[in-house]
């Protein structure tokens, strides 16, 4: 079983609707969790970062962390064209730091205008 | 302007001809490291860097090698390409790689390098 598993998609929905992007992961040792978002031909960029269990919200987007069931959450309401990218889950041990960073595969989204 | 800065971007080679694809990065970063993504295998880290001078395998090292003589830069080699080789390349950094504080573990890519070998 890999470490952490995403759906690659495509996942395709129409302008406006609501988005749910899913990561489970298997390492209890996760303490952090992050999403990177990755337009065609770019560098991944942070767009969430969780430490810890519950929900962030930042804007349209809102972060979920259910540690009980080692299983992370996106959402994106009022989705917009300009929201279709792949999305990558990455996660880490306690501390915070980029050593030990673990991403899934990435899920690409496409949202049709 | 923060950046971490790939070259080059496009490259097309032959079989056996080393090559090496640089890294750099203005914001005094402790930690770079480099992956390659490809369809189906997600982004793969090859080798990181946790200061200068101190450098680590990842989980795909073989056929590569890596150097960090200074902090800002940490240049990707590659000795003998093979086309197995052939993949989307990208340098990352961050402020530390143990975690001072929060979002101390964000990574900056940079735009990514395409690599083909024939």
Redesign the interface.
């Known amino acids: 079983q890999k470490e952490v598993e995403q759906d690659?998609g495509p996942l395709s929905v129409p302008e406006g609707a609501i988005v749910s992007l899913n990561c489970t992961y298997s390492n209890s040792a996760f303490q952090?969790f992050?999403w990177?978002r990755q337009y065609s031909?770019?560098?991944?960029?942070?767009l969430m970062?969780t430490?810890s269990s519950g929900n962030k919200e930042d804007g349209r987007f809102t972060a979920q962390v259910d540690k009980s069931s080692k299983y992370i959450s996106l959402f994106i309401r009022d989705s917009q064209p300009s929201d279709s990218a792949t999305y990558?889950c990455?996660m880490?041990p306690?501390?915070?730091?980029?050593?030990g960073?673990t991403?899934?595969?990435?899920t690409h989204l496409i949202i049709q205008p | 302007e923060a950046q971490?800065t790939q070259n080059p971007r496009y490259l097309i080679t032959v079989t056996g001809k080393k090559l090496t694809v640089t890294c750099s990065q203005n914001m005094n970063h402790e930690?770079m490291?480099w992956y390659r993504q490809d369809p189906?295998?997600?982004?793969r880290q090859i080798y990181?860097s946790?200061n200068v001078e101190v450098t680590d395998k990842g989980d795909v090292p073989e056929g590569y090698k890596v150097s960090r003589k200074e902090k800002r830069n940490f240049p990707l080699i590659l000795e003998s390409p093979s086309p197995n080789q052939t993949s989307l390349y990208?340098c990352?950094s961050?402020l530390?790689?143990?975690?001072?504080?929060?979002?101390?573990?964000?990574?900056?890519?940079?735009?990514?390098s395409r690599l083909t070998v024939l």
């Open positions: 690659p952090y992050m990177y031909r770019k560098g991944p960029e942070l970062y430490y990558l990455a880490g306690k501390g915070g730091g980029a050593d960073l991403f899934g595969k990435g | 971490v930690y490291s189906g295998l997600g982004l990181y946790m990208f990352a961050s530390s790689p143990h975690g001072v504080g929060p979002r101390t573990g964000e990574l900056f890519f940079g735009e990514g």
